[in-house]
């Protein structure tokens, strides 16, 4: 008999409720992913404010959720189990959905099951392309995580093969961004005006790409500087901002980073398949370059859709599928929300 699993996202600025069917064959259905978002109240500040995102969760959470059962043509009693958000987030932000997820849980009777936000962003691509090949490398790239990492069983052996030692891949896009006076959050900008742009006009720096750097580490907040220094300069001559080349190039660096290292990642540990998730994965540039890079080494690549790869809860009621699939442990009802929970950490 199949199984329904509901997920609840509110790691960051997006309140998510997803509804997934657990199939007997272990594979698993998308039904309903309904996301409420609070970005434009951070919009103004240039990035998330904790507070303002943590009331945004209180008031969305209760609509957000009959949403998701609308759109599913299901009731609250058809739940079998509910996958909530454990971390790593914002402290607070966790907090709200957490305490949703148990009041759910305790009032239907059924599991509770905390679980990992960047295990999220890879499992959602089972809903899209079916069950992960195992190993396979995922690159997680969003506003507040640069991951590269090898998957071996999603529901619970994960492993960190590199990082970024700074900022985030999004963290620069939103950065960038404020510089060359784009909106927040900084990706749709920058990709939609790079299109104009000549990716070569400018010889911006590849981070942690020198022979004794880390091979699979990453960094970004050179790279950032560099373009504020451009800019300053171009502003200091009196010249007018190219934005186009600067966004151009500066998105050019990082695919090239981005991609350079996680094919050799793969090639180097002999697997066959890339994943590319997280809020950056939407990036044109970077999926396109992945594409040429991984068909010319023999990699498969698996990229979500853009809907799929921001934060969602669909992402973790897929989560949570996998994690029940696999017969783990539900966690008691005095889960706790961990900001900085590991990615080893499927779930808790
Ligand atoms: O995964 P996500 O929705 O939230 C986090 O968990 O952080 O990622 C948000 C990040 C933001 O930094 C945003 O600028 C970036 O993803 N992003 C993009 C694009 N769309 C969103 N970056 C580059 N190109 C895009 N098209
Ligand atoms: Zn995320």
Not at 40 to 61: I, K, T, Y
Not at 82 to 97: D, E
């Amino acid at each position: 008999m199949s199984r329904i699993i509901m997920g609840v996202e509110s790691s960051c600025d997006e309140t998510g409720i997803g509804l997934v069917r657990l199939h007997d064959d272990g594979t698993v259905e998308l039904l309903a992913d309904e996301v409420a978002s609070s970005v434009e109240q951070h919009a103004r500040f240039g990035g998330v404010v904790p507070e303002v995102a943590s009331r945004a969760h209180l008031e969305a959470m209760v609509p957000t959720t009959r949403r998701a059962f609308t759109t599913a043509g299901l009731e609250m009693s058809d739940v079998d189990a509910i996958a909530v958000t454990a971390g790593p987030g914002l402290a607070g932000a966790l907090l709200v959905g957490v305490s949703a997820a148990k009041a759910y849980a305790a009032a239907l009777g059924v599991p509770l099951y905390g679980v990992n936000h960047l295990a999220g962003h890879i499992a959602v691509d089972t809903l899209q392309h079916g069950p992960l090949p195992s190993p396979c490398l995922a690159l997680l790239v969003s506003g507040g995580h640069t991951q590269l990492l090898r998957v071996d069983d999603i529901a619970g052996k994960i492993t960190e093969i590199g990082s970024t030692v700074d900022d985030a891949a999004g963290e620069a896009y939103d950065k960038v961004a404020r510089l060359l006076g784009l909106p927040y959050p900084g990706g749709p900008p920058i990709d939609k005006a790079a299109k104009a742009g000549d990716p070569q006009a400018i010889a911006f720096p590849r981070g942690m790409t020198g022979p004794r750097d880390a091979k699979f580490d990453f960094s970004f907040s050179g790279l950032k500087t560099a373009v504020a220094r451009w800019v300053e300069g171009a502003q200091a001559r009196g010249e007018e901002i190219p934005v186009a080349d600067v966004a151009a190039s500066f998105q050019e660096a990082v695919a090239d980073v981005l991609t350079a290292k996680a094919v050799r990642a793969a090639t180097e540990s002999g697997i066959g398949t890339l994943v590319i998730s997280g809020g950056v994965a939407a990036n044109s540039r970077l999926s396109s370059l992945a594409a040429q890079r991984c068909a010319e080494a023999g990699i498969e690549l698996r990229v979500p859709r853009p809907r799929l790869c921001t934060d969602n809860g669909a992402m973790i009621a897929a989560l949570g599928a996998h994690v029940v699939a696999a017969g783990c442990a539900p966690s008691s009802l005095d889960l706790s929300a961990n900001p900085a929970l590991p990615v080893s950490a499927v779930s808790v």
